[in-house]
Structures are given as C-alpha cells and as structure tokens.
T-cell receptor
Framework: GENVEQHPSTLSVQEGDSAVIKCTYSDSASNYFPWYKQELGKRPQLIIDIRSNVGEKKDQRIAVTLNKTAKHFSLHITETQPEDSAVYFCAASIRQFYFGTGTSLTVIP | GAVVSQHPSWVICKSGTSVKIECRSLDFQATTMFWYRQFPKQSLMLMATSNEGSKATYEQGVEKDKFLINHASLTLSTLTVTSAHPEDSSFYIC?????????????FGSGTRLTVV
C-alpha cells in the first residue's frame, strides 16, 4: 500500500511567521492529496486539498504545492495565528486515504 | 454539506465484551466507508474499507474476525470490536465517500473513543 511520510513531527513558530509542513508519498498512482487539521479529541477537518493535475493551490493564508515527479507535497501557512495551533495530517489517496504521521503545530503569541 | 454521524461518541466497556460503533451518512449515499483507528498522539491508521453489500477489505495486520464490519445499506456501516481488550482502547473514526460530489469528497464522522477496562 501507500506509504506517506510527514515532517516535521512538531513545529513551533511565532505568531505572524510562516509554517511549512512536508510530506512524501510512495505510490505514483495516488492522485488526491488532502490536508487535515485535527484539534484534540475531534474529527479531522479538511483545510485544503490538491489533485495530481495541479501544481499549486491557495486559499487565503493556506497553500499547498505538489511535485509529482519527486512525489512530495507541502502545506504552507502564512501569517500564522494562535488558532492555527493543532495537529496537521497530510494524506495521499487513490481511493482510500493513507495518512502521514502528523505535525503538531504550536503558534506562540 | 455532507454529514456523517458516528455513535457512540465514547464508550467504556469491560474486557471480553463486544462494542458496536455506527457510522451513518445523513444526507448522501455512501457506497464506500472507511474505518480508521487513532492511538493517542499518533496518526490515523486505515483499518478497513467497507463496501455496501459486500465484504469489507481489511488492511494488513487488522484482524477481520476481531473487527467486524457490516455495510448493509447505503447510509450505514457498523464496526464491532469483539472480545475487546485494553489494547483495543483507541479513537475509532469513520469516513464516508460521497460519490455525488465532484471531488469525491470524504467526510469524517465525529469519532468514538473506546476505553476497555
């Protein structure tokens, strides 16, 4: 099956700075790459996604980039705010999702 | 928008008993649902893919006789943890695939925290 690696596992940034989380995947057939934000004890919430026919997608302060050749994709959060603090998961999917190991982001006020 | 209801949200059971968790798609038909398990501070691990009207497909290392999945209708999938043990304590979460959405949207249930004592 698919193997998704995610780095870093923890990330602390000052409020207003940018945060970048990177993921790699192994199955070149994966064609859908969502990013989820999960707060403690709650369900993951989709924050942005990208399909394999697109190289970059942006939604306000959040952007995702995809390099199909290298099989890696990244989440970029600009102008971070304390409420961005959560665990972020990437996933790679053909049909079912395979999740990365998660990044615990802390935004320091 | 697509809504997935999962019940119960938490359950405590005695070791050796069985627990059933329900996952319902409320406003769409879900021919496929997925079951995940998440241990504290870890990622979501796919356990099985539940297909309406057919047997579930289990991921490697997941005991199909212990984690029984039934997907008898287009809106309901159930996961039964049989003969539960303390090591089965975890956060179980389902997701449903809405084929009616252009991007094959997946919606997650709210999760079930299982504690086996």
């Amino acid at each position: 099956g698919e193997n998704v690696e995610q780095h870093p596992s923890t990330l602390s940034v000052q409020e207003g700075d940018s945060a970048v989380i990177k993921c790699t995947y192994s199955d070149s057939a994966s064609n859908y790459f969502p990013w989820y934000k999960q707060e403690l004890g709650k369900r993951p919430q989709l924050i942005i996604d990208i399909r394999s026919n697109v190289g970059e997608k942006k939604d306000q302060r959040i952007a995702v980039t995809l390099n199909k050749t290298a099989k890696h994709f990244s989440l970029h959060i600009t102008e971070t705010q304390p409420e961005d603090s959560a665990v972020y998961f990437c996933a790679a999917s053909i049909r079912q999702f395979y999740f990365g190991t998660g990044t615990s982001l802390t935004v320091i006020p | 928008g697509a809504v997935v209801s999962q019940h119960p949200s938490w359950v405590i059971c005695k070791s050796g008993t069985s627990v059933k968790i329900e996952c319902r798609s409320l406003d769409f038909q879900a021919t496929t649902m997925f079951w995940y398990r998440q241990f504290p501070k870890q990622s979501l691990m796919l356990m099985a893919t539940s297909n309406e009207g057919s047997k579930a497909t289990y991921e490697q290392g997941v005991e199909k006789d212990k984690f029984l999945i039934n997907h008898a209708s287009l809106t309901l999938s159930t996961l039964t943890v049989t003969s539960a043990h303390p090591e089965d304590s975890s956060f179980y979460i389902c997701s449903a695939m809405d084929r009616g959405r252009a991007n094959y949207g997946y919606t997650f249930g709210s999760g079930t925290r299982l504690t086996v004592v």
